[in-house]
């Protein structure tokens, strides 16, 4: 019986100082099934041995960010250290924009040994199912076919017939008529859609939702007017994509105003909402600059196809 326990002991012993000698990345949800427009919070630990070094302290944000989630909130992150084992927690709510399988991306960070040995961690797959039910439906029991030599009382007669076909016909005329009197469609321009998120500025509590919400407000407006996908662009590759159609002077400004948002987004501490509302002032006086520049473009070219006339 003492031998017993002596190899449990011993056994449970190995298993926690090889769990203290590896470094890894968990990452689960809190839902594994969600509606679209749905809040999930998703938790991602960082552990790794505390005699181990980190090129940065690990964070999802940028994985997160370059898969175009929305983030709606980010608390400060949880940091522990036991002596043996550090250990870095996230938790980040995005909200679940299209119907399907959802497969979320896979934080990963880099750890360097006491030898010099680098090792990468990734968090493993993990699948959200959106807006569709994952059980198979359940199809209602077949009927009975028509069988020659059946009791005609059975069978639908003529004028039966006829009713269920030109009740059908009337269903089909009118859904024509309803879709053909349909008003168009409302279009909403960049400008809109920009002053329509920044409202949404107005309703966050933390200054990193505030960050975030600001950067994708600004990128989908660069994005909408270049036909480009803005929002999952980097301020490097948001330079390359608009060096081409705006000012040189513009693209510095909008250049600069990224990097000063990215560099408050990626803070590890959360901070005041009242720091982002410089920026936010900086975003609303460069939108409305390059609004007054395409309303004379446009102004110049309706000149120019007049005097052709």
């Known amino acids: 019986m003492t031998v017993r326990y002596i190899l449990l002991s011993l056994v449970l012993l190995y298993t926690s100082l090889h769990a203290a000698t590896e470094a890894s990345v968990t990452m689960h949800a809190s839902a594994q099934q969600v ?8 938790t991602v630990s960082y552990r790794w041995p505390s005699d181990w070094t980190t090129t940065a302290d690990p964070s999802p944000l940028h994985t997160f960010e370059q898969a175009d989630l929305f983030i709606t909130d980010i608390p400060p992150v949880r940091i522990s250290d036991t002596g043996a084992q550090m250990q870095r927690e996230w938790v980040v709510t995005v909200i679940a924009q299209y119907s399907g399988p959802w497969l979320l991306p896979q934080p990963s960070f880099t750890c360097t040994s006491p030898t010099g040995e680098e090792r990468v961690s990734t968090a493993s797959e993990l699948l959200i199912q959106v ?10 029991p077949a009927s009975d076919l028509w069988r020659i030599g059946d009791d005609s009382s059975q069978q639908p007669t003529s004028y039966t017939t006829w009713f269920i076909s030109g009740f059908v016909l ?4 009118v859904i024509y008529f309803i879709r053909k009197q349909k008003p168009p469609a409302i279009i909403i321009t960049p400008y809109e859609h920009f002053q329509s998120d920044l409202l949404s500025i107005d309703n966050c509590t933390t200054g990193k939702s505030a960050g975030s919400l600001l950067s994708q407000a600004l990128r989908r407006y660069c994005g909408t007017q270049g036909n480009f996908d803005g929002e999952g662009a980097t301020t490097k590759e948001m330079r390359q994509l608009v060096i081409d159609s705006l000012p040189a002077e513009q693209v510095r400004s909008l250049c600069r105003i990224l990097e000063n948002i990215d560099a408050l987004r990626w803070q590890p501490d959360d901070y005041e909402k009242i720091i982002v509302m410089p920026l936010v002032e900086q975003t609303k006086e460069w939108v409305q600059g390059e609004e007054q520049r395409l309303a004379k ?3 110049a070219a309706n000149d120019t196809d007049g005097d052709r006339s």
């Open 170 to 173: 009337l269903i089909v005329l």
């Open 297 to 299: 473009l446009a102004e």
């Open 35 to 42: 509606s679209v427009g749905d809040e999930l919070r998703i």
């Open 131 to 140: 807006g569709t039910d994952s059980n198979p439906p359940k199809l209602a």
